[in-house]
């Protein structure tokens, strides 16, 4: 069964510079995955730094797979030092 990520991060305007090259190279990287149906980040019109990911993914196993990749993991580590104000993750499922 398919699965679409929609991932919302708001990054702390101070930290911008730093966590694009990061997050750029997370779609460069996460696009190259078997299970990687659709990767894309859009910017917000009203705030550069409200960041939306869209993903489609083939499967649960490829979703786990990813989520384990050191690009996911480098994001997740500044993330956790505080230079993401929010992530908020809807998993669905195409109705």
Known sequence: MKI???AVVKLKP???GEMMPV???MVKETRKEEACIQ???HEAMEDENILVFYEI???????????RQPYIKQFSAMADKGYVTE???YKTKKI
């Not at 993914?57 to 990813?66: P, R």
């Open 14 to 16: 101070e930290y911008r």
């Open 87 to 89: 992530t908020t993750i």
């Open 23 to 25: 997050l750029m190279n």
């Open 57 to 67: 993914w083939n499967n649960a196993e490829g979703l786990d797979q990813h989520n």
């Open 39 to 41: 990767y894309d980040l």
């Open 4 to 6: 679409y990520i929609t």
